[in-house]
């Protein structure tokens, strides 16, 4: 069975960076599409990012031109690259396949602080 770590979060300042690294148990080459998604308090899950096998990427509006997601299909990781992080990016990060069908891991916590 496919399992996901996430990984790279933590406090930062508003205006800062961090990146989030997703390690799969499985190969990720023959996945079609893997995404980042976010939760923060109160609110449902969203997606944030995907990528396809191809390279292909979307972004959710409110990240475009702030955060880069990329895959490295050798080492069965997908990241995620935040820069200008807002108030408003603070949130638990999860991966998965978009759409998700994999059991969700246990995320990691992005706090960015104004």
């Known amino acids: 069975q496919v399992q996901v770590v996430e990984s790279g979060g933590g406090l930062v300042q508003a205006g800062g960076s961090l990146r989030l690294s997703c390690a799969v148990s499985g190969s990720i080459f023959s996945i079609n599409a893997m995404g980042w998604y976010r939760q923060a308090p109160g609110k449902q899950r969203v997606v944030v990012a995907t990528i396809a096998r191809g390279g292909i990427t979307n972004y959710a509006d409110s990240v475009k031109g702030r955060f880069t997601i990329s895959r490295d299909n050798a080492k069965n990781t997908v990241y995620l690259q935040m820069n200008n992080l807002k108030p408003e990016d603070t949130a638990v990060y999860y991966c998965?396949?978009?759409?998700?069908?994999?059991?969700w891991g246990r995320g990691t916590q992005v706090t960015v602080s104004s």
């Open positions: 998965n396949k978009n759409p998700p069908s994999l059991t």
